[in-house]
DNA sequence: TCCATGATTCAAAGATACATGAAATATCGA
DNA sequence: TCGATATTTCATGTATCTTTGAATCATGGA
């Protein structure tokens, strides 16, 4: 992962309106939530939340698709993991040996 | 690690500036650097790094300690141990018996 | 086709963030 | 104390972000 890749992610989820949304999408699981039903669950305005997502789906981490009238979206879970390593293997000491324990068991 | 912080810390992380600043402390490892040695490795005006270390040190990603003139900045690295426990706890899948690898072996 | 539902886009306003020159503060040595 | 070095703070202008009401677009059913 690069750094600018890296960077877009994080000041993605460095919104707690965004983090909130994206924890909901994580726990929802590889399944995904429909737009309006997040909404209702994470208590944002059909507009706001729609801008929030447009900033997590352009970082990586989120994914969309149509499904009948509504729009589903789903955590990126190996884009997580790749931002993950690369805070592990450039923002840690002495992590060399640790991206395969992350990256191997870890999530996707 | 609270919600609050989580934001705090990824929104810090979340400039490519400051992720550069940051990446170089982690670098230079618990002995840390002064800002001056700092802001010329990394191209930044004095005061343009000023700002950017003091957003890094309200996150509570980096520290500093006056040495004399100058005044010396290190990572944080259990701050940053427990933002990627956060991660991996809140944000990926599967989760549960990942932590104790990271946060046991990983870095502090 | 017409309507209802689900979601996004647009425009505008207010709030924050960013970078920078100039000034101020802190420390040390002469 | 005076000057030099190291860093921060302040003030400013500019840019970006965030939210929200209103309008628009997309889909499916009657």
Same mark, same amino acid.
């Given at each position: 992962?690069?750094? /600018?890749?890296?960077?877009?992610? +994080? ?13 909901? +999408?994580?726990?929802?699981?590889? !399944?995904? *939530? ?18 929030? *997502? /447009?900033? *997590?789906?352009?970082? #990586? ?5 149509? %499904? #009948? ?8 879970? %190996?884009?997580?993991?790749? +931002?993950? !390593?690369? *805070? ?17 068991? #870890?999530?996707?």
């Amino acid at each position: 992962m690069e750094i /600018k890749s890296a960077a877009a992610s +994080l000041t993605a989820l460095g919104h707690e309106g965004r983090l909130v949304v994206y924890r909901r +999408l994580v726990r929802a699981g590889p !399944a995904g *939530l429909a737009a309006g039903v997040l909404a209702r669950e994470v208590g944002l305005a059909p507009n706001t939340l729609s801008a929030s *997502l /447009k900033v *997590l789906v352009h970082a #990586g981490l989120v994914t969309s698709r149509r %499904d #009948g009238r509504s729009v589903v979206y789903a955590a990126a879970f %190996d884009h997580m993991a790749t +931002l993950i !390593a690369y *805070l592990v293997e450039n923002c840690c000491l002495e992590a060399i040996a640790l991206p395969s324990c992350i990256v191997a068991e #870890g999530m996707s």
